[in-house]
């Protein structure tokens, strides 16, 4: 009895999943000239995108708000309610009001769009009735189309908010490409947490000045460790360079094991015979996910940052990502 309860569990989530996964796909044939006026409104708007909602369309309206704002749209959430005990405060003539409510007669919502009409802020409405009240009352409208919620009861808001979720993204998305909102204003928007992490320039954890390890060409293979001895942090490799500071070679940990295998009498000569010539660089302004990518992708664990004409400006190794990792 019990595996056969389990077994209904599973084929109810399964048809839950499958029903929304279905409603979401729909959306696709929808897509129409209201989506194009409203990406258009929104980066015309000179204001504020304005995402409100009642019950579970408010919350996907908060995530929708939070999606718009952190990818370049000035956008708050506001709740219908407050907004009629004095947040009606927060419109202005030059934002956008976007409304979702899936039967277009949210009461609430009925209430505030002929305040927000007095106003001048436009009305952009998600909505599954485009012949609701709420639809009339817009300005620009996206069509849900029918939508079966997944709930047994057919109450409960399911695929509909599913729906106002991905069709809010596929809005939010086109308004970022078109924006041409790229890698570094998404980093200034996200300066913590794992995405903070990937966003940080290599600049921003490189060893430079007192930290960073230079020495000539020419220079003894002793003299080099004693640098890399006496470098705060006991960096595991130094970066040779030439007169002008360009980078010409590298010599690490590594390659000191591999010499005193063969001969430890040599430390005594010259570095430019042992070192790597064709060092991994990177420049200061790239990202740290494309630090990380080269050291694993050449199983190496320092890399020499230089500038556009070449110059040794920095030093990333393996332990500095982590620690980034750690804080």
């Known amino acids: 009895m019990a595996g056969a309860n389990k077994g209904d569990r599973l084929a109810r989530a399964a ?3 499958r029903l929304e996964a279905q409603t979401i796909a729909g959306l696709v044939e929808r897509l129409d000239g209201g989506f194009e006026e409203a990406v258009d409104r929104i980066l015309a708007c000179r204001g504020m995108v304005i995402v409100t909602g009642m019950g579970k369309a408010g919350l996907v309206g908060a995530k929708l708000s939070a999606t718009l704002a952190s990818t370049g749209t000035p956008s708050i959430a506001l709740h219908p309610t407050e907004a009629m005990h004095g947040d009606l405060g927060r419109i202005r ?14 009461e609430e919502l009925r209430t505030l769009l002929p305040h927000v009409r007095r106003i001048g802020a436009a009305i952009l409405t998600i909505t599954g009735e485009p012949e609701s009240s709420i639809a009339k009352l817009s300005d620009c409208l996206l069509d849900l189309g029918p939508v079966d919620e997944a709930c047994p009861l057919g109450l409960a808001p399911t695929a509909s908010t599913s ?12 308004v970022l490409a078109e924006r041409g909102f790229g890698r570094e204003e998404f980093a200034r928007f996200h300066p913590s947490g794992a995405l903070g992490r990937k966003l940080m320039k290599v600049s921003e954890i490189m060893r430079t000045g007192a930290e960073l390890p230079l020495v000539p060409l020419g220079t ?8 890399m001895s006496r470098t705060p942090g006991r960096p595991g490799a130094a970066l040779i360079v030439d007169g002008a500071q360009h980078l010409v070679g590298i010599f690490t940990d590594g390659d000191l094991r591999r010499l005193l295998e063969r001969d430890h009498n040599q430390i005594g000569r010259a570095v430019d015979e042992f070192m790597g010539r ?27 940052v230089v500038d556009a004409a070449g110059k040794a ?5 393996v332990q500095d990502l982590l620690d980034t990792r750690a804080g």
């Open 163 to 174: 729906a106002m979720m991905a069709l809010g993204d596929a809005l939010a998305m086109v």
């Open 220 to 227: 003894r293979v002793k003299d080099v460790l004693l640098t």
């Open 93 to 106: 003539p030059d934002d956008i009001v976007l409304v979702l409510s899936n039967s277009g007669e949210t």
């Open 313 to 317: 400006v920095g030093l990333v190794d």
């Open 15 to 17: 048809e839950v999943i």
């Open 278 to 304: 064709a060092p991994k660089t990177i420049g200061p302004d790239a990202f740290l996910d494309d630090a990380e990518r080269l050291l694993r992708a050449h199983k190496i664990d320092q890399i020499a």
